[in-house]
């Protein structure tokens, strides 16, 4: 975890507590440890990363210990544990994709942000994360910002989408 | 014109939401189901079917139902599997996001015919979008009275839960899935106990994939016999298979299982033959963790027969000149294709995605990972091929899960036809790290 970070106190906006709750009382009663990845989806959505302090709230939440929230939050690779920019591109790197030209297209993707795989643009709006198969091989190659895919990219389309996101 | 189950109405406008599902015949193999039949007879016809899991495996579904524990006073669950990450794999994917009352449809039926009045979808978390198209069908469902309590009328509760996952190939096994529905690390656990005895919160649980659970609408309609008579020999009915690579026409396509290889890569009904200019190098048949065949031994058995695709045709000879139909990741390499470096790729992505609890698995990925770097990148030693295999060998066969095999084979079949490759890379380090280097050697392209 950062310590570069200042310590704040997270707690979800009501609207957010109210669907967290509304998440819990989805598992059997004793188990809503269950609610634990779709409630870090949740203070993710709303802290932009995945917080030392939010997943101490989180725990809070759920009445478990923190540690099983961290356990947690670093088995999975959706969850970002450090600060991240405003979009972050997370680009399959996996055979596919890589078959179809990822890997020039992602260089190109590189030269163009001038920043490297896990890295974040010095105007904090883009950060570049490599992942592993997004189940849209056949679309390749691939990237998703958020909740949104862009397939078939090439160099052209990076320019492209990247453009449109900087406005 | 092939039968089509899963996709026969894909292309109708509209058919994510309720009202234009239900009038091209949705939900009536509900009605049918909660009305008319009994679990027992539901499982009898799933059976009959011998529609086989389609998330891989190809466990009888029928067979694994029922071996579902009953005992009095426990909850049963039903858990799908959605958590598609096979690299080459993406029907769930595009089943779930055009026609998602499909799959709502083929929960309601398992559930009922199992017992269990909470269900879940776990959604691998990556697809947060699908995941809300589920919700909102979910919600058309519920209020349409086909979810909730006494469903039709007919005294039947039924929640359904979407789940969405955090983003590990891992947490598609099913006792890994369990773990992270549980809140948990997606390790696997050691089986036995089945989840048909301990699964979700120690309760009997069924685990089954996107497809599997789709194919139950058609099967109650229509019965299991019609299904079984679809299809050849035990790969009865029909199979979702994502298409990608080097072909003309990527994407996923629903085939009556038997269709040749052949005609699947080269008719226009399907992949369309390989791009412009481009000879057929290489299959992957099934997702990344099947063995790769070269072009020859994907479209003929070693008797010179055809091969088909299905579950026994595509295994046909065993590893040495066969493979596996798997989750049907289709996946086609032309002639620019080199077999060292999408080895190297597919040996990242399992070390990447090891959980790390078997020894064999943990280190031996990461192993294999490093050992096919250093042959891409021209740092080959002559003994690394011999200890590619070696390594391999040690690891299948000798985790709890089968994540090691799955990262074993591809390495371990890649070396077995293609070891002349691997050899070039060794013995031409500086012609081997030139962009797009392939060695062509003598290899039958087709």
Known sequence: ???????????FTPERLSKAQEIIARYPEGRQKSALLPLLHLLQEQEGWTSPEGMDY???????????????????????????????IE??????????????????????????????????????????CLAACGMGPVFQIREKYYMNLTNERVDEIIDELSK | ?????????????????????????????????????????IVEEVKKSGVRGRGGAGFPMGMKWSFLAKP?????????NADESEPGTFKDHYLMKTIPHLLIEGMIISSFALGANKSFIYVRGELMYVIHILEKAIAEAKAKGFLGKNILGTGYDLELVVQPGGGAYICGEETALLESLEGKRGNPRNKPPFPAVKGLYQCPTVVNNVESIATTSWIVNNGGDAYAAIGIGRSTGTKLISASGHINKPGVYEIELGVPVEDFIFADEWCGGIRPGHKFKALVAGGSSVPILPANLALTLANGDKRLMSYESLSDGGFATGTMLGSGGFIV???????????????????????????????GTGWMEKVLHRIEYGHGHQQDIDLLVDVSKKIEGNTICPLGDAAAWPVASAIRHFRDEFQWHIDHPAEATQPGAVYRGDMALV
């Open chain 2, 1 to 41: 014109m092939a039968t089509k189950i899963l996709t026969e109405h894909i292309n109708v406008p509209g058919i994510e939401t309720f009202d234009v599902y239900r009038k091209q015949g949705g939900y009536t193999a509900v009605e049918k189901a909660l009305k008319t039949m009994t679990p027992e007879a």
């Open chain 1, 91 to 132: 680009y399959c790197r996996t055979g596919p994709c890589c078959l179809m030209g990822g890997e020039d297209v992602l260089a190109h993707l590189k030269q163009r942000l001038g920043i490297d795989t896990g890295q974040t643009t010095v105007d904090g709006r883009f950060t570049l994360k490599e992942v592993e």
């Open chain 1, 1 to 11: 975890m950062s310590n570069t970070v200042e310590n704040k106190t997270v707690v």
């Open chain 1, 58 to 88: 989180v725990a809070r939440l759920l009445d478990i210990q923190p540690i099983e929230v961290y356990e947690v939050a670093t088995f999975y690779t959706m969850y970002h544990l450090e600060p991240v920019g405003t979009h972050v």
């Open chain 2, 333 to 363: 390499f032309d002639e620019t294709s080199c077999i060292v470096r999408n080895t190297w790729n597919f040996s990242r992505f399992y070390h990447h995605e090891s959980c790390g609890q078997c020894s064999p698995c943990r280190e």
């Open chain 2, 72 to 80: 009095e006073g426990v909850p049963r669950y039903l858990v799908c």
